[in-house]
């Protein structure tokens, strides 16, 4: 199945069920920021769609919205977690383990830029998926850890829905 079927499915399926849409964007999010998962998962082309079907439908912005930075910051939560959890051992962990220089670039990144790393990396596809457990093996502190999480989850999800949303709904 090829991206862009893929995505079509998704629209289709939220635009069905638009009561659910909160619950499914956050889905969605949730693994375009689990640890690994966000590689292989089209969720940011996903929400961008969603951002414009919210423009030309009934469907609020505001708790989809939420439901996206709750699911990005959840992701990115576990993913912490997981990396604390499992300290060194996770560069030995598939699929870190056939991609070491994954997890190289990572650790250069959040050295680089520290908390900034976590704001930084949601924004960038492949620190996305391993900074956030880049920074629980490397113990960051949790309450720096989580505000930069939560802040970056809302603002990244706002950057992908609302252009569509705007668009739609204000300009035609």
Known sequence: MSLSMLVEQILA??????????????LLAFGESFAIISLFIPATVALVGVGALIGA??????????G??????LGDWISYWIGYKLENAARHVWPLSRYPDLYDRG???FHKYGIWSIFLG????????????IAGI?????LHFQIANITSAMVWSFALLAPGFTA?????
């Open 107 to 109: 650790e250069l990144f």
């Open 122 to 133: 949601r924004f960038f596809g492949p620190f996305r998926a391993v900074v956030p457990l």
């Open 68 to 73: 996206a930075a709750i699911g990005a910051s």
């Open 168 to 172: 739609l709904k204000y300009l035609w």
């Open 57 to 66: 439908s009934d469907i609020q912005f505001w708790p989809v919205w939420a």
């Open 138 to 142: 490397f113990e960051m502190p949790n």
């Open 13 to 26: 399926f939220v635009k069905a069920h638009e009561v659910w849409a909160p619950l499914i964007v956050g």
